[in-house]
């Protein structure tokens, strides 16, 4: 592959694992304890507030007691070596990426370190607790929520994503469990306009198949592998 190629990487909940973090479902189908419908959607904000902005207060608290792993410093070296183009989109709301060094980012589904405003759209960093009707700094309105997509919303930056899996020379795919869509259609576009996709995972996911290749096991051990493998075809080519 060229060096100045743009390469797309999409990360998931398995990258994260690795650093203490619970993925999205745990047994049983539930959140951390807790059913996705009563603190994942726009009907749970509205019925119960208080539960909600507790559960993402905890989880933002968690983050405290956690640190990036080999997997995120690795695709911080990528990113910060690679000469062509290169955007890393995650699934995750932590703070991994950026605490590993990772620039090229795009956080699809919201950050937990993040508050936005229901009345004006206000963005803001928000590290501490957010109480129900936190009122925002920028239009004075009671109207702060996490800063998360919850089921039913738009992720945040389709057509930016969609414009590069379009141009992409290389997507590829890391701790993802390939169900939850639109994330898991990525490697269709961008198979479909020529790219070469590879998926890095425990376990196959439910995509397995329409990646070009796969590889298993831990994303602390995959992932720096890969990314030596691409900084040594970008210094030889």
């Not at 993040?114 to 759209?121: E, N, P």
């Not at 990646?211 to 970008?234: C, D, I, K, N």
Request: include cysteine.
């Amino acid at each position: 592959m060229d060096r100045h190629s743009t390469i797309v990487i999409l990360t998931g909940a398995g990258i994260s694992a690795e650093s203490g973090l619970a993925t999205f479902r745990g047994p049983g189908g539930l959140w951390e304890g807790h059913r996705v419908e009563d603190v994942c959607t726009p009907q749970a904000l509205a019925r119960a507030p208080a539960l909600v902005h507790r559960f993402y207060d905890d989880r933002r608290a968690a983050l405290a007691g956690v640190a990036p792993n080999a997997a995120h410093q690795a695709l911080a070296r990528l990113d910060a070596a690679w000469p062509g183009d290169l955007l890393i989109v995650t699934q995750n709301v932590d703070d991994l990426h950026e605490r590993a060094g990772a620039q090229r980012l795009l956080h699809m589904h919201g950050e937990l370190n993040s508050a936005l405003c229901a009345a004006c759209g206000t963005r803001r960093g928000w590290p501490g607790p957010l109480p129900p009707a936190s009122v925002c700094p920028a239009c004075a309105a009671a109207a702060l929520r996490p800063d998360i997509v919850f089921f039913g919303e738009m992720p945040y930056q389709m057509e930016r994503i969609e414009g590069l899996l379009r141009q992409a020379a290389l997507f590829v795919s890391i701790g993802t469990s390939g169900a939850v869509y639109p994330a898991a259609g990525f490697v269709q576009t961008a198979r479909h306009c020529g790219a070469q996709t590879l998926e890095l995972n425990l376990e196959p996911s439910a995509g397995s198949g329409l990646f070009h290749q796969t590889r298993l096991g831990a994303a602390s051990a995959l992932v720096p592998a890969w990314v030596e493998e691409m900084l040594g075809q970008a210094v030889g080519s």
